[in-house]
């Protein structure tokens, strides 16, 4: 939570720039020809940086090229999908980045300076994660009822923490379902907010399973629910929104990397391949576990390129429903 996180531009891998070869298109067997940078559209220490980081050292070791994993956090992720957007599309630079940018943005800005469609190139989809509902430990709150009954008792008295779109979402959504008066408190990722849900500063967060689970098996926070079905194998002792008696709330985010949208086929391709190696991997695959990651299949490009086109429309109407604006 600000001690030990790595610094916004980090350098992935031990080869040295020196031995890299111009930037030119390239053909099946020679790529990368340079380094790659890998742009993040969340803080240092948030999920996808965490996963990202975990490919970016893996690909740089299957590539033989270093990997520069960029964060432009902030700004909803505008800063970073431009960033990329106008990238030479060569494959070199990359974007990681959540269904924030992707699938929310579009419902959230009535002039969007990017398109989330024409101006990328899908590669892959390598997170799927519902949310945890945490309440700090002092509210005297121990499952998902007593922080409603007390909420409902209370209006206006207490407040939750976000940093990211989804989580502000996640949190709205139990508002409305709950049908409680409380206040948003916003920060420039999740994880500055965690210092003041500990403190007694923030009533509750929701934040999705990676982001959660080091603090529920740390015993920091009450763990009440899980937005989701059933139960999450990460973190198995938290009930379901459904056992919890909220039922109605189910959601979660996703993350993924894109290319600017003219990056030729045969490299996205690639990325996505050599990603699909790197996820079936022991150690990433025991890594990711333990992080509490997604197991799903990466999908194809193609899949991933439709499954954004529908996220639009589906975050589109969540939004709505939420009534979320922008301040």
């Not at 390239?26 to 559209?41: E, H, L, Y």
């Not at 937005?227 to 938290?238: D, F, I, L, M």
């Not at 576990?289 to 975050?315: C, H, K, N, Y």
Request: glycine share 10%; charged share 20%.
């Amino acid at each position: 939570m600000g001690t030990g996180l790595p610094s916004r531009r980090t350098l992935v891998g031990t080869l040295a720039a020196g031995l890299a070869a111009p930037a030119v298109r390239a053909q099946p067997g020679d790529w990368p020809p340079d380094r790659v940078t890998i742009v993040t559209s969340l803080p240092a220490g948030s999920s996808v940086d965490i996963t990202t980081r975990v490919f970016a050292d893996k690909l740089s070791r299957v590539w033989g090229r270093p990997i520069v994993v960029d964060n432009r956090g902030g700004g909803n992720g505008l800063v970073a999908c431009q960033m990329v957007a106008r990238a030479k599309p060569d494959g070199l630079t990359l974007l990681a980045t959540s269904a924030m940018t992707h699938a929310a943005n579009p419902a959230l800005y009535e002039r969007l300076p990017y398109d989330p469609v024409a101006e990328f190139a899908a590669v892959t989809r390598f997170g799927n994660s519902p949310f945890v509902i945490m309440a700090q430990k002092g509210l005297g709150t121990a499952t998902l009822d007593a922080l409603v009954t007390r909420l409902q008792a209370e209006p206006g008295k207490h407040n939750y923490g976000d940093g990211s779109v989804p989580s502000r979402i996640a949190s709205e959504l139990f508002r409305m379902l709950a049908g409680v008066d409380i206040i948003r408190v916003g920060y420039r990722g999740n994880q500055a907010a965690y210092p003041d849900l500990l403190n007694g500063r923030l009533s509750f967060m929701s934040v999705d399973i990676v982001g959660a689970k080091p603090l529920v098996d740390r015993g920091e926070v009450e763990a009440l629910a899980v937005t989701s079905p059933e139960r999450h194998p990460a973190v198995p002792g938290v009930p379901s929104c459904v056992e919890a008696g909220l039922p109605g709330l189910r959601f979660t985010t996703w993350s993924g990397i894109y290319a600017p949208r003219a990056t030729p086929p045969d490299i996205v391709q690639q990325i996505q391949r050599d990603m699909v190696t790197v996820f079936e991997m022991p150690d990433v695959r025991a890594r990711f576990d333990q992080m509490g990651s997604s197991r799903e299949p990466l999908v194809t490009p193609a899949e991933f390129q439709a499954f954004t086109v529908s996220e639009i429309a589906v975050w589109g109407r969540i939004i709505r429903q939420a009534a979320l604006r922008l301040e």
